[in-house]
Nanobody
Framework: QVQLVESGGGLVQAGGSLRLSCAASGRTFSTYDMGWFRQAPGKEREIVAA????????YYADFPNVRFTISRGNDKNTVHLQMNSLKLEDTAVYYCAAGPKVTFYPSLYNYWGQGTQVTVSS
């Protein structure tokens, strides 16, 4: 059974930091490209960042503006999202996804985690 499990979400004050992690199990994801998406209430799911299987190619949406950093673990089956200087508008459910291509389009990812809630308070 293929699973992506996110962790690290929670409640944080504006200006604080969180580190999200996504662990893959059930098959080898070391050759999959991975992405972080988020979805706020009433809004569409949007890309946050994506990283190639090697970690050599990294892409970010415009809004993080150097506040977020995506990385892969040494085993390549984990991916992290370090989020600094969090803002109220960063409140959302954050999802990790795995697929054969680094892309900003969620429909092109094959596997998804269940999501982790990030809530930023004032």
């Amino acid at each position: 059974q293929v699973q992506l499990v996110e962790s690290g979400g929670g409640l944080v004050q504006a200006g604080g930091s969180l580190r999200l992690s996504c662990a893959a199990s059930g098959r080898t994801f070391s050759t999959y490209d991975m992405g972080w998406f988020r979805q706020a209430p009433g809004k569409e799911r949007e890309i946050v960042a994506a990283i190639s299987w090697s970690g050599d190619n990294i892409y970010y949406a415009d809004f993080p503006n150097v506040r977020f950093t995506i990385s892969r673990g040494n085993d390549k089956n984990t991916v992290h999202l370090q989020m600094n200087s969090l803002k109220l508008e960063d409140t959302a459910v954050y999802y990790c996804a795995a697929g054969p291509k680094v892309t900003f389009y969620p429909s092109l990812y094959n596997y998804w985690g269940q999501g982790t809630q990030v809530t930023v308070s004032s």
